[in-house]
């Protein structure tokens, strides 16, 4: 098994050690098993967004960090990252179903950036006018 790049799992260690945790401990309230967050410490597992938000809540940080050390989410500005937490933490929704989501939501943005300069009124966050 190669180790995944992100450092999720030193970062995870290193909070669930300020968190005076143990892994067994942290695994019991994540509701996973010990071998399991074990091999996400190690490198050698990648956790599903669901498995992340429960162990966030585990070591009271926010799941956003985590998102963010394990690839899934971008920096982002506040309204946009608030988003993407909501979407990562919906159980109903696939993996897949996430990713295309936060990617639509992206590019949109996106793309209202290129095309608004930061004096348009879309920019400013105002309804674009009705065309007459």
Known sequence: MATLPGGLGEYLREQRKSAKLS???LAAVAGVSNPYLSQIERGLRKPSAEIL?????GLRISAEQLYMHAGILDERDDSSSEYATVVLADPHLSERQKSVLLDVYDSFRRENELTAGPESDTAAGAEPAEPK
């Not at 938000?53 to 809540?57: C, E, G, S």
């Open 23 to 25: 892994i067994r401990q």
């Open 53 to 57: 938000q429960q162990l966030a809540k």
